[in-house]
Structure formats: structure tokens, C-alpha cells
């Protein structure tokens, strides 16, 4: 038996974790994030200090942002290695709930240690105790609940062994990972318990992969081989299960065009012949050609969420059929599809065994190369400027500076904003892991701390952060975590004086761009005035940053390159042109449904109404 408090025994436990995936092992946790207070200074703190050589521990500035560090890790690993993040109990603990959120949509593993509240109650309540009047063992870590796939509160020391391997299952499942918590009473994390030397040894989590039912393969192959306009739509479970080179070898086999999801843009280049781009409301147009005229769509490792399937309205073949690929049983049965529950990679590799020697027409194959080469050349004009040295650039030609100067070792990670569709649209991806872009929950915030996680993960990459203004106002304060962890993040701030993506869509559903610019308050009362005098790049040099500020798109050329090179945390900051035109690439070749005013006084969102309903008349269940 081994004497430890449970804080000491749950960060010894942890050390001694690991996942194991065709041969390759890992440290499950490899380091634990931290912002200490009274709720978890005497017990993880002190155990981490106990346990330093074998526990690294990071320091933050905002617990939100922690947990996006950790998610930026966990991406960049594809689930095969987390970090867990401690906090005191109160305000520390609830600030985790985005983030855990975040990582549970996104189905990436975190592992969540807030303090909690004494078990033994010996003054009630404590410092930062929520009180309710129905309950006595409510606490506001019970917010953690509904996002996460494992909690569990911790009141007595031996609790700790289930609740410590049922969170490490949980981590390393690979069909429902998320933010697993553990919540710790003050008291007990502070406990001392004899422990069994079992509990300590080490223990390989393998992560399976399953292969396809025969029935549900034969189902398949069948579709897939009658279909004349098939369609693969790659989703992030291509990258999380290692898939991209058997998508890979099946599409340029059988020649069916592949689409990608925000979160599996990049499973191939882009300069893969079969790699149509993304598709959606913020798809390509080739890409969303051919999901309106297919008549199967195969989805791998995709959940479906609206923007891809433009608000059920993008799929408009009157025969089309789905196949989905997933590992997750729940997505499979999406769009009334044929199911085949498997691990992507070893669900393609069947496919592709019983598909040979099948391949599409050549019309079909010419048809979208072609389609292909069209948009490219769109692409170039959006992201071109007519003169480098005349003007400020549109955040489109900040992405087509970026791209002549990326190689395949960058990594790109954006969230929010207008940025997400752009560079879903725009963006040539030369890796499976250059594009980091968090679409499932899209949180304002999560660019640079995440970018701090894959650096982390990721060392001796050359990392980016795309924010605009108004992410960047949400949660600076990361850049302070970077210039201490010496890490040579580039952060790309757009200033376009507001929230100009939800500035546009409030115009076309006829919000008028109301309460979205940034702006003093007018003599009528709305924000209408001159543009605030915010200094961003100020800001950032305050906290540590090297700061460039290029003026035309020839000075961002030179700034860019600058901070490519760079040692050291590295800003480059850029005024785009005027909200009016932010963007400058091609409109959304697809719609999105965001519901319009039934009734208003306002003749724009009466007009917004008319088209809206003319859109939704296209929505369709598919069944």
C-alpha cells in the first residue's frame, strides 16, 4: 500500500496512462494546465509540485482558454494525447464550461480537474459556494454536466480509483471523447488514503478499430457501385482515425470526387486531383455542384451539421442515397443513410477491396476536373491584388499573401468570425494538419490559446493564429502564456472595427447591422459614430508581442515573411479594408438558415423575409 492524498494519487494515476494505436504509444495525459486558488492550491497544486518530474505543468491566464490550449493539444495529437486542466473551485471552475463545451462538440478529449466545495460541510456555506435552497449537494460545477462525457464528484478518497479509470476510459473512447470531469472537494483532495501499488502501475488504453459489419459492407458496395454522380464528403473522423491515405488510395481508384467538411478540409491536398474543396454554405462551387446533382453521397467521419448540408437544402438529387461511414453508430443513421459503423480507415480499405476495379465515367471525372479549374481561377482573383503598394489589403488578399508564402509544415487555426468561410472556400491545404479551423462550436477566443496547445504539440512548426478584432477583444490574454513558454506564435489580428461577419448576415436578415460595429454612440442613440480609437497593436505589445503593422498588401507580403522566421511571439497586425467589403471572395454558393421576422415595419426585413421564404421552400428531410 502507498500513503498519498488523493490530489498526489490522482496526478501519480495519471502519469502512469498511456494509448496505444497500431503499435504507436503515448502518454495519455502529458501535462496538466493550471490557475491555482484556494479550492486546489493545498491539493492538485501541492501535488503537482510533489509529483514535477513525473507531471509537467503549464501556467494560464484564463481558464477558458486553458481548456482551448488543451483542445488545441488534444486536435494536433488526433485524440491520442490530452492535457488536463486544474482550477479552484467558484468563478476558476465555471469559467471552464465553454470550453468544455467546445471540446465536447468537437468529440476531443480533455481531462477537467475544478476544485469543489468541502464534502464534510464543516462551515456552510465556504468562500464562493453556490447555495440553493432545494438541495444540499449542488454545486456549480454540476454546470459541467451537460458538457461532458464523463462527471463525476470525488467525496470519498477511495472513490477516486473507479472514477479515475471510468475518466480515463472515457478519454481515450474514440467514438464519444469529450471534456471529462472530475470534480475535487477541497477537503478530500487534501485526504490521505493508503492506496494499492496496483492502482500506480502503468496501463495502455488501446484504441480500437472497428471494422465494417459484413451485412451493412455488402449494403454499401452495393449503392456506391450502382451510383453514376457519387460523392465522398470527408469530415474530421477521417483525420482522427489516421484515414487520409486510404481516402486517399479509394478516390483516386475510383475516381469519386471528395468534398470536405470545415473539419476535414485537408484529409487530401488540394492539389489532389479528386479534392474538390468544401462544401456548404461556405463551400466551393464545383464542391456544391456536385452535391446538388449526386445521387450517393458517401460521409465519412462527418456529423452533418448544417453547413454542410446548407440547412437540408444542398442535396437536391431526387434519387439521392447516403452511405455513412462512421465510428460513431449515431452519426451513421444521419439522412436516413445506409449505415456502416467502422473506423474510417479500416472502413475505406473494405470498400476499396470490393470495389476494385470500379471507377467513375470519364465525363463525370472531366466534368469536375474542369469545374475545378474554374474555381481555382476565382480563387486567384479574390485573393489577388490589383496593386500592392496602392491600397489596404481585403482580408481575402491577407489569405492569398499568406498562401504564397506557406509550406506544408504551417498550421493555420481560426473559429470565428467571417474567416471560417473564407478560408473554407479560399484556403489551399498542403497537409492533413495544416488547417486548424473549430467549426463545431466556432468560439470567439479559441485561436491563440489553442495555437498555444498545438505549438506544444506541434514544436518547431511555424503556427498560426487568425483573428479578427472582435475574437481577439474575447480572450487576449493567452499571448502572455506565449511569450513566457518562449513559443514563436504568429497571431494575424484583422482590424475591421467590429463584428463584421455578423454584421452582414444581421443585413441580410434584416437587422440592419444593428449593436455590430464598433463605434461611438451616436446622437440617436446607435453606435453610428467615428470608430472607436482601440490600438490592438498596442495591445499585443503590451503583452509581450513583437508587433508589425503593414499598411498595403506588399508591406503584409514582407511582414508576413518576417514573422514566419521569428523566434519570438510575433503580431501581425492588419487594417483590411471597410466592413462593406471584408471578405472579397465569392458568395456562398450555398444557403443557411437563419430564421427572418415573420412580421416587421422595417422594409429590409421584409425584404430578408421574402427571401427566406423562397430559400426554405428548397429544405428537404431525407428519408
Known sequence: MVRLTVA??????????????????????????????HGNVAGIGQALVEFADAMPYHQGRNEQAMVHAAVGYARQSTRLSAHAVTTSIGPGATNLVTGAALATINRLPVLLLPGDSFATRPADPVLQQLEVPYAGDVSVNDCLRPVSVYFDRITRPEALIPAALAAARALTDPVATGAVTLALPQDVQAEAYDWPEEFFA?????????VPDDAELEAAVAAIGRAT???????????????????????????????????????LRHDHPQDVGGVGHTGTAVADHLARTADVVIGVGTRWTDFTTASGTLFTHP?????NLNIAAFDTHKMAALPLVADAREGLECLHSLLDPHHVTEHYAHEYAEEKLRWERRVTAACTAADEG????????????????????DILINA???LPGDLHKLWRARSTDQYHVEYGYSCMGYEIPAAIGVAIAAPGRPVWALVGDGTYLMNPTEIVTAVQQRLPLKVVILQNHGYASIGGLSEAVGGER?????????????????PLPVDLAANAASLGMRVLTPRT???????????????????VYVETETADTVSGPPPAQAWWDVPVAETSTRPSAVKAREEYDRHVTARRRHL
Do not use: H, M, N
Open 319 to 323: 434519387d439521392v442515397r447516403f452511405v
Open 514 to 530: 444593428y449593436g455590430t460595429a464598433y463605434r461611438f454612440r451616436a446622437s440617436d442613440g446607435g453606435f453610428t459614430g467615428a
Open 202 to 210: 502503468e496501463r495502455v488504453w488501446r484504441v480500437r478499430r472497428p
Open 229 to 267: 454522380r457519387p460523392l465522398i464528403v470527408a469530415g474530421g473522423g477521417v483525420k482522427y482515425s489516421g484515414a487520409e491515405e486510404a481516402l486517399d488510395t479509394f478516390a483516386s481508384l475510383t475516381g469519386i470526387p471528395v468534398a470536405s467538411t470545415q473539419a476535414g478540409k485537408g484529409a
Open 390 to 409: 496602392a491600397a489596404r489589403p481585403t482580408q481575402a488578399q491577407v489569405l492569398g499573401a499568406l498562401d504564397t508564402l506557406v509550406t506544408a509544415d
Open 416 to 418: 470565428a468570425g467571417s
Open 8 to 37: 498526489q494519487a490522482l496526478v501519480r494515476f495519471l502519469a502512469a496512462q498511456y494509448t496505444e494505436r497500431d503499435g504507436v504509444r503515448r502518454r495519455l495525459i502529458a501535462a496538466t494546465w493550471g490557475i491555482f486558488g
Open 553 to 571: 498588401v506588399r508591406d503584409l507580403r514582407e511582414a508576413l515573411a518576417d514573422a514566419r522566421s521569428a523566434t519570438v511571439p510575433t503580431c
